[in-house]
């Protein structure tokens, strides 16, 4: 039996299932992309929701494992040399995940860089600025009567579109025929601007033929639409 008492978040979030790597999420575009890499390895795992409404995520039992107080997290049981390991942001989540597995990680040394630099592209690139975009579009910047730090923002979604539009011609994914933690990470992103977001019209949105493709394909995958939906509303 794995014993995770030590970790105050398990005190909040209690373990039903102790030998399963513990999720603390929300299906953001950032929490979607763990589960749903946990959903394509068809590891076991136990998801718990961190709700945003009662300010869950500035729990002292949440800090206690990310101090940054943002989702998701994890807490596997079987971590490096078996013992557990907590874990936060969701970039390193994504790799820890892919390289304890061996799976959606390239073991050739310059596709795995490769890959590595489109999961940057979206860490300091499209999440931030998509995010932007739904500030000023869809929440409370939209009341703002000066319109110029939306635009900066649109025009901006919309020039790393064009560069993952580029980027996808001629190939299924990021890295070609091969699924990874790339596509994992930016397609939550692209879905989230357009049908949450409703941005698709400022960004042009249509002109992104190879984005929409592959975007389409994406959603279609089972894992894909079980990831979408976690940690689902208890």
């Known amino acids: 039996m794995n014993d995770l008492s030590a970790f105050p978040i398990t005190r909040k979030w209690p373990a039903r299932h102790p030998d399963r790597l513990q999720l603390y999420s929300l299906p953001t575009p950032n929490g979607v992309k763990v589960s749903i890499l946990l959903e394509e390895l068809g590891l076991p795992y136990e998801a718990h929701r961190v709700s945003f409404e009662t300010r869950d995520q500035f729990s002292p039992e949440f800090l206690s494992l990310n101090p940054n107080n943002k989702i998701p997290a994890i807490l596997d049981p079987d971590g490096p040399g078996g013992q557990p390991l907590a874990l936060w942001e969701s970039g390193a989540i994504l790799i820890y995940l892919a390289e304890k597995t061996g799976r959606f990680l390239p073991q050739d040394p310059a596709k795995r860089y490769e890959t590595l630099q489109w999961l940057m592209f979206q860490m300091g690139g499209i999440g931030p600025m998509f995010g932007q975009v739904g500030f000023f579009h869809l929440y409370a910047g939209k009341d703002y009567a000066d319109k110029r730090p939306r635009d900066r923002y649109v025009a901006e979604a919309a020039r790393l579109l064009g560069v993952l539009d580029q980027r996808l011609a001629g190939r299924d994914w990021i890295m070609g025929d091969q699924y990874t933690i790339a596509d994992i990470a930016i397609l939550p992103w692209v879905r989230n601007l357009v049908e949450h977001y409703g941005a698709g019209e400022l960004v042009d949105y249509p002109r ?27």
């Open 208 to 234: 992104f033929e190879q984005v929409q493709r592959v975007l389409s394909a994406w959603q279609q995958r089972p894992a894909v639409l079980r990831g979408l939906d976690m940690p689902p509303r208890g």
